[in-house]
């Protein structure tokens, strides 16, 4: 029996965060700049990721990026995304339903939750509007 060393693989990382988007692979794909099948390979884990795959995502989450790296922490300085709106909606929703992201960052929940208050609010009012 082999030891799982981390509670999700890479892959499983990066499957959750394109589901979270609401993304079909194919789009997220090409957002990240890695070929679809590669994308579904690494995903199902019959592919491990390499560097440059981990150089594209991460170039496009920076925020998430030792999290997809390695199960790391949020990172606690706030950075520009370079992704659309949704994107980032996407990732506050991660960390909302899921705040032990920010256990080892250095930063509180509060502090957190200070900095993207603006989107929080954004979520609370889809959540509220069953049409939305």
């Given at each position: 029996?082999?030891?799982?060393?981390?509670?999700?693989?890479?892959?499983?990382?990066?499957?959750?965060?394109?589901?979270?988007?609401?993304?079909?692979?194919?789009?997220?794909?090409?957002?990240?700049?890695?070929?679809?099948?590669?994308?579904?390979?690494?995903?199902?884990?019959?592919?491990?990721?390499?560097?440059?795959?981990?150089e594209k995502v991460c170039s496009m989450f920076e925020e998430f990026s030792r999290w997809i790296a390695?199960?790391?922490?949020?990172?606690?300085?706030?950075?520009?995304?370079?992704?659309?709106?949704?994107?980032?909606?996407?990732?506050?929703?991660?960390?909302?339903c899921n705040p032990e992201l920010l256990k080892s960052s250095g930063i509180s929940l509060e502090d957190?939750?200070?900095?993207?208050?603006?989107?929080?609010?954004?979520?609370?009012?889809?959540?509220?509007?069953?049409?939305?």
């Amino acid at each position: 029996m082999t030891k799982k060393r981390f509670l999700f693989t890479a892959g499983e990382r990066l499957r959750g965060l394109r589901e979270l988007m609401g993304l079909s692979r194919p789009a997220f794909a090409e957002i990240v700049g890695i070929k679809p099948k590669r994308l579904e390979n690494i995903e199902n884990g019959w592919q491990k990721m390499h560097d440059e795959d981990f150089e594209k995502v991460c170039s496009m989450f920076e925020e998430f990026s030792r999290w997809i790296a390695y199960e790391g922490p949020v990172d606690r300085q706030p950075l520009e995304l370079k992704v659309a709106d949704s994107a980032q909606k996407a990732a506050v929703y991660l960390v909302k339903c899921n705040p032990e992201l920010l256990k080892s960052s250095g930063i509180s929940l509060e502090d957190w939750k200070s900095r993207h208050q603006a989107v929080l609010d954004e979520l609370n009012d889809d959540s509220a509007d069953p049409a939305g």
